[in-house]
C-alpha cells in the first residue's frame, strides 16, 4: 500500500469524523435533532443524503460485479431503480415530509404509523420497529462486507502481522469509524457526510470507466471471451431475458416505497416546497451513478480480459482497476469512494435502527418520561448494539453484497412498501389493515427466502422476493381495512 494512498484515505476519515463533531455542536441537544436535524435539511443535502444512503457498495461492488459476470441484462436492476426512485420522489415524499409534520411531529416511520392509526398505535410501533431492526441488521451487514473484501483486495497486510484476518479487520475499522460519527453526531452528521460521499462516488464512478476507455480498451474484449464462455450477447440488453427474469430484476424499485433510511430523508426536508427542487437533484445524482457502475462493470470485463487478469471476485473489479490503473493519490481517493458508499448506507440504517429501539421501545415501555439528553445517549447505546450483531452477521468472508442486500431491500420493500403508500393516499386503511400488511409482507418475504424460490420457482430461474411479498401486503392491507373498516353512521 503507497504512503499516497493511506494519505487520501486517512484525510477522508478524519474529514467523516471532523463532520461529525461539527454536527454534535450544532444539532444533538434534543431527540428531534439527532433524529431528525430538526426538519432542516437543504434540499441538496437531503437528495444526495437519499441517494447515498440507498446505493451503498452495491453500487460500486454489487452492481459493477454483476454486470462483470452476467453481461448488459443486468442493467435492468439499475432501470427499475431508476424508475421506482423517480416514483418515490413524486408520490411519497411530498406526502410524507406533510404528513409527518402534521400528525403529531412524527420523528420516525413507526411513530408516524402509530399517529395515522392510533387504534392499533402500539402494535403498529412494535411490529415496525421489530422488521426495522430485523432487517438493517442484515442490511448492515452488507455495507460491512464490502469493508471487509475492500480491505481484503487491497489491504492486505497493511498493518503488518496482525492476529485477524484481513477481511475482519476491514469489517471492525469500517464499522468503527462509521460509529464514531454517526453515535456523535446523529442525523446531521449522517446527512451531511452523505452529501459528501455522494459528491466522491459520483465523480469516482465517472472517472473510473472513461479511464479504461481512453486507456485503449477495447469493450469487443469483453464481448468475445464472454462468447467462450458461453455468453454471446454479452452486450445485449435483451438476449437471454425471460419474463421471470425481467420482473426480478425491474421490481427492486417497489423497494423504495418501504426503505426507511431513505424515505426518512423526505421527512427532514426543509419545506415541502423544496421536496421538488430534492427530487430534481437525486434524480440527476442517480442517473450518472448508475451509467457509471454499469460502465464499470462491462468496461472492467474488457480491461481483465484483453491484459489477462484473473478476477476471482467480479465484486472487486472495482478495487481492482483503482490498483492498477491510477496515481497511488487517486488510488486512495477512489477507495476513499468506495468506503463512501458502504459508510453513507450503514450509518443511515444504524440511525434509523436506533432510533426505533430508541423512540419504539425504550421511550414506550421503559422511560416514558426520558429526557431529551437521556434519550440521545440510549440511541446512542442502540447504534452501537445494532452495529455489534451487524459485525457478526458479517463474519462469514464468503457473504454476496449483492445477495445480502436484495433480501434485506425485498424484505423492508414488502414490509413497508404498500403500507407507506396506502396510508398516504387511502383514507378507508384502518389500523388492523396497517398491522396486517407489516405482518404479511415480511413473513412472505422470509417463507419465499426460506423455500429457495428466489432461487429455482416451479422449475425455472428464481422469482425475486419483493414481488410475492409487495402483492401479499398490499391484498392483506385491502382485505383487513374493508373488512375492519368503521360502520358509517
Not at 426520558?370 to 440510549?378: G, H, I, M, P
Amino acid at each position: 500500500m503507497e504512503t499516497e494512498t493511506l494519505i487520501s484515505l486517512a484525510a477522508y476519515f478524519l474529514l467523516m469524523i471532523g463532520i461529525g463533531v461539527y454536527a454534535w455542536r450544532k444539532s444533538t441537544s434534543d431527540s428531534a435533532g439527532y433524529l431528525l436535524a430538526g426538519r432542516n435539511l437543504h434540499p441538496a443535502v437531503a437528495a444526495l443524503s437519499a441517494g447515498a444512503s440507498d446505493m451503498s457498495g452495491w453500487l460500486l461492488l454489487g452492481l459493477p460485479g454483476a454486470l462483470y459476470a452476467a453481461g448488459l441484462v443486468e442493467a435492468w436492476i439499475g432501470i427499475g431503480l431508476f424508475v421506482g426512485a423517480l416514483v418515490n420522489w413524486w408520490v411519497v415524499a411530498p406526502r410524507l415530509r406533510k404528513q409527518t409534520e402534521e400528525l403529531g411531529n412524527a420523528l420516525t416511520i413507526p411513530q408516524f404509523l402509530a399517529n395515522r392509526f392510533p387504534e392499533r398505535a402500539t402494535a403498529l410501533r412494535v411490529t415496525a420497529a421489530i422488521i426495522i431492526v430485523a432487517f438493517f441488521a442484515v442490511y448492515t451487514a452488507a455495507g460491512l462486507v464490502g469493508g471487509g473484501k475492500l480491505f481484503e483486495t487491497s489491504f492486505a497486510n497493511l498493518f503488518g502481522d496482525v492476529t485477524m484476518s484481513d477481511y475482519m479487520l476491514g469489517i471492525w475499522i469500517t464499522a468503527g469509524v462509521v460509529l464514531a460519527y454517526t453515535m456523535v453526531g446523529g442525523f446531521l452528521a449522517v446527512s451531511l457526510t452523505d452529501f459528501v460521499q455522494g459528491c466522491i462516488m459520483v465523480v469516482a464512478l465517472v472517472l473510473m470507466p472513461l479511464v479504461v476507455i481512453w486507456g485503449g480498451t477495447d469493450l469487443g474484449a469483453a464481448a468475445a471471451a464472454a462468447a467462450q464462455a458461453g455468453n454471446p450477447d454479452y452486450l445485449n440488453l435483451f438476449t437471454g431475458l425471460t419474463l421471470i427474469g425481467f420482473l426480478s430484476a425491474v421490481t427492486w424499485g417497489l423497494g423504495y416505497f418501504g426503505q426507511p433510511h431513505i424515505i426518512v430523508r423526505f421527512m427532514a426536508v426543509r419545506s415541502v416546497e423544496e421536496v421538488s427542487t430534492a427530487r430534481n437533484i437525486a434524480m440527476s445524482w442517480m442517473g450518472v451513478a448508475l451509467l457509471g457502475a454499469i460502465g464499470v462493470g462491462i468496461a472492467g470485463r474488457a480491461y481483465a480480459e484483453q491484459n489477462g487478469i484473473i478476477v476471482e471476485d467480479p465484486e472487486t473489479i472495482f478495487i481492482i482497476l483503482a490498483n492498477l490503473l491510477f496515481n497511488p493519490l487517486i488510488t486512495g481517493f477512489l477507495l476513499a469512494a468506495l468506503l463512501a458508499a458502504i459508510m453513507s448506507t450503514i450509518s443511515s440504517q444504524l440511525l434509523v435502527a436506533s432510533s426505533s429501539l430508541t423512540e419504539d421501545f425504550y421511550r414506550l415501555f421503559l422511560r416514558k418520561t426520558a429526557s431529551e439528553r437521556e434519550t440521545v445517549n440510549v440511541g446512542r447505546i442502540s447504534v452501537l448494539l445494532v452495529a455489534l450483531l451487524a459485525v457478526i452477521i458479517a463474519s462469514d468472508p464468503d457473504s454476496q453484497v449483492l445477495g445480502l442486500v436484495s433480501n434485506a431491500w425485498a424484505g423492508f420493500g414488502a414490509a413497508f412498501g404498500p403500507l407507506i403508500i396506502l396510508s398516504l393516499t387511502w383514507d378507508k386503511m384502518t389500523g388492523n389493515g396497517a398491522v396486517a400488511g407489516l405482518v404479511t409482507g415480511a413473513v412472505t418475504v422470509i417463507a419465499w427466502i426460506s423455500l429457495g424460490w428466489n432461487s429455482t420457482f416451479m422449475g425455472g430461474p428464481g422469482l425475486y422476493e419483493i414481488i410475492p411479498g409487495f402483492i401479499a401486503a398490499w391484498i392483506a392491507i385491502v382485505a383487513v381495512s374493508q373488512i375492519t373498516k368503521p360502520a358509517e353512521a
